[in-house]
């Protein structure tokens, strides 16, 4: 299912007033005491809102020990906020949890180049997700397919009976497939598909719920049995998509014109619509974006990766998730759409207090918007990372910030990491061992 979103100039002195501004000057600069007053004061944040960012009023092993098993403590994660995002006119900070460096810096920093263009326009689709039954030993699969497409609606009503919240939501079970698999390694097999919208759930839960209720019914109407009941992370009902406009001059560098540069990363985007070994890092810069979001917001990164790369490969041979090209107005212009199940209810999104605070950071109040932030991080990392490429190569600025990590690892604290950084990457030597040496001899 794809859908297309209508390319249109923003002008940026009409857009929407939301109390937050995400254009902050020099936030990277400030100390991370700083950032955080900062944040609270634009976002609204209480007192233990803010603590719960900071870390220090943030997931317990008590609440730890609720959520998962064998619990013996808590792992922490970088979480820096993004500045800069303007989607659909409308400003978002936009909190990333991440340890790998300039990330959050990229992203900020393309960002800022689309805000230039008009900032992001994204769309997400309806919630809708299926759920999949797993049907064995039927005699006749083409005549089962008939008697199940025909007691539809009798299977969609035991689907929402399971779920009469998600139903007063506007939710619920919304259409039934059935796929004939004639040929597989188990014999002949039906698929039935439940088609559900979780609303702003991510639906994993209701899902599942709903198909093993339906299982006994799917037997008693084919002659056959039931193995696998449950949903599919190919959302590729739920998909979100985002566009950017880049005009060449905010792509210059001191090397390059705006559109030398925006030409280089039209080729480099080239590489990986057919090349599955440059498509597979390609599309890792675009998921750096995505699930540091998705892991500040307390979402499954891990399904959402999954749907992705399914989606990247549906043609058959896996490619690019996104899209660049140039245009006749002087733009460099970049789409990408991905499968995004998403939510702002259930899960971590509410248990965990960092994760609950994050999502009143974006200020988003649908799971669809969410997407529309997400889908756009994720642009915004890819136009970053294909920048660096295309011009002074990545390791330039990633291996700055990566030097600081390796000074840290070599037992530098305070002053003497920035210390230790600066030596290496003065020497052009970034290396543990290097690391070591440098904090022996300034100790």
Same mark, same amino acid.
Request: contains cysteine; charged residues 20%.
């Given at each position: 299912?794809?859908?297309?979103?209508?390319?249109?100039?923003?002008?940026?002195?009409?857009?929407?007033?939301? !109390?937050?501004?995400?254009?902050?000057?020099?936030?990277?600069?400030?100390?991370?005491? @700083?950032?955080?007053?900062?944040?609270?004061?634009?976002?609204?944040?209480?007192?233990?809102?803010?603590?719960?960012?900071?870390?220090?009023?943030?997931?317990?092993?008590?609440?730890?020990?609720?959520?998962?098993?064998? *619990?013996?403590?808590?792992?922490?994660?970088?979480?820096?906020?993004? /500045?800069? =995002?303007?989607?659909?006119?409308?400003?978002?900070?936009?909190?990333?949890?991440?340890?790998?460096?300039?990330?959050?810096?990229?992203?900020?920093?393309?960002?800022?180049?689309?805000?230039?263009?008009?900032?992001?326009?994204? &769309?997400?689709? @309806?919630?809708?997700?299926?759920?999949?039954?797993?049907?064995?030993?039927?005699?006749?699969?083409?005549?089962?397919?008939?008697?199940?497409?025909?007691? &539809?609606?009798?299977?969609?009503?035991?689907?929402?009976?399971?779920?009469?919240?998600?139903?007063?939501?506007?939710?619920?079970?919304?259409?039934?497939?059935?796929?004939?698999?004639?040929?597989?390694?188990? !014999?002949?097999?039906?698929?039935?598909?439940?088609?559900?919208?979780?609303?702003?759930?991510?639906?994993?839960?209701?899902?599942?719920?709903?198909?093993?209720?339906?299982?006994?019914?799917?037997?008693?109407?084919?002659?056959?049995?039931?193995?696998?009941?449950?949903?599919?992370?190919?959302?590729?009902?739920?998909?979100?998509?985002?566009?950017?406009?880049?005009? =060449?001059?905010?792509?210059?560098?001191?090397?390059?014109?705006?559109?030398?540069?925006?030409?280089?990363?039209?080729?480099?985007?080239?590489?990986?619509?057919?090349?599955?070994?440059?498509?597979?890092?390609?599309?890792?810069?675009?998921?750096?974006?995505?699930?540091? *979001?998705?892991?500040?917001?307390?979402?499954?990164?891990?399904?959402?990766?999954?749907?992705?790369?399914?989606?990247?490969? &549906?043609?058959?041979?896996? !490619?690019?998730?996104?899209?660049?090209?140039?245009?006749?107005?002087?733009?460099?212009?970049?789409?990408?759409?991905?499968?995004?199940?998403?939510?702002? /209810?259930?899960?971590?999104?509410?248990?965990?207090?960092?994760?609950?605070?994050? @999502?009143?950071?974006?200020?988003?109040?649908?799971?669809?918007?969410?997407?529309?932030?997400?889908?756009?991080?994720?642009?915004?990392?890819?136009?970053?990372?294909?920048?660096?490429?295309?011009?002074?190569?990545?390791? &330039? !600025?990633?291996?700055?910030?990566?030097?600081?990590?390796?000074?840290?690892?070599?037992?530098?604290?305070?002053?003497?990491?920035?210390?230790?950084?600066?030596?290496?990457?003065?020497?052009?030597?970034?290396?543990?061992?290097?690391?070591?040496?440098?904090?022996?001899?300034?100790?």
């Amino acid at each position: 299912m794809l859908f297309c979103v209508t390319r249109v100039r923003i002008v940026m002195d009409g857009h929407i007033k939301t !109390g937050i501004v995400s254009r902050i000057p020099g936030f990277y600069k400030l100390s991370p005491s @700083e950032r955080l007053r900062e944040l609270q004061t634009r976002a609204g944040l209480t007192d233990q809102e803010a603590a719960a960012l900071e870390g220090s009023l943030g997931l317990d092993v008590a609440q730890a020990d609720r959520m998962s098993e064998n *619990v013996v403590g808590t792992f922490g994660l970088p979480l820096g906020i993004a /500045v800069n =995002f303007l989607i659909n006119g409308q400003d978002y900070l936009v909190p990333m949890a991440i340890e790998e460096p300039s990330v959050v810096a990229a992203a900020s920093h393309a960002a800022k180049l689309v805000r230039e263009g008009g900032g992001f326009l994204a &769309r997400a689709s @309806e919630s809708q997700m299926i759920g999949q039954i797993q049907v064995l030993g039927v005699d006749d699969p083409s005549e089962s397919r008939l008697k199940l497409l025909g007691e &539809r609606e009798r299977l969609l009503a035991v689907a929402n009976e399971q779920d009469p919240v998600m139903v007063e939501l506007g939710g619920g079970a919304r259409d039934l497939e059935v796929r004939v698999l004639p040929d597989t390694l188990a !014999g002949p097999m039906l698929v039935v598909h439940l088609i559900y919208d979780c609303r702003d759930a991510m639906g994993a839960n209701a899902i599942n719920t709903a198909v093993e209720a339906l299982a006994p019914l799917v037997e008693e109407m084919t002659g056959g049995k039931v193995l696998l009941r449950i949903l599919s992370n190919l959302a590729d009902r739920r998909l979100a998509r985002a566009e950017a406009v880049v005009p =060449f001059q905010a792509l210059a560098t001191d090397g390059l014109d705006g559109r030398e540069v925006a030409k280089r990363i039209a080729t480099a985007y080239a590489l990986a619509e057919v090349d599955p070994y440059r498509a597979a890092t390609h599309n890792k810069g675009i998921m750096n974006g995505i699930d540091a *979001v998705l892991v500040a917001t307390g979402n499954d990164w891990r399904a959402v990766e999954a749907g992705a790369h399914a989606y990247a490969a &549906r043609s058959g041979q896996y !490619g690019s998730l996104s899209t660049w090209e140039t245009d006749g107005d002087g733009s460099l212009v970049g789409s990408l759409e991905l499968p995004l199940a998403v939510g702002i /209810v259930g899960g971590a999104t509410k248990a965990h207090p960092a994760a609950r605070a994050a @999502e009143k950071v974006l200020g988003v109040g649908t799971a669809q918007q969410l997407a529309e932030v997400v889908v756009s991080a994720g642009l915004a990392q890819n136009l970053a990372a294909l920048r660096a490429l295309a011009t002074e190569g990545i390791q &330039r !600025g990633h291996m700055e910030l990566h030097a600081r990590s390796m000074a840290i690892a070599a037992g530098a604290a305070g002053d003497l990491v920035d210390r230790v950084a600066s030596c290496m990457v003065e020497e052009g030597i970034i290396r543990l061992d290097k690391a070591e040496e440098l904090v022996r001899e300034m100790c």
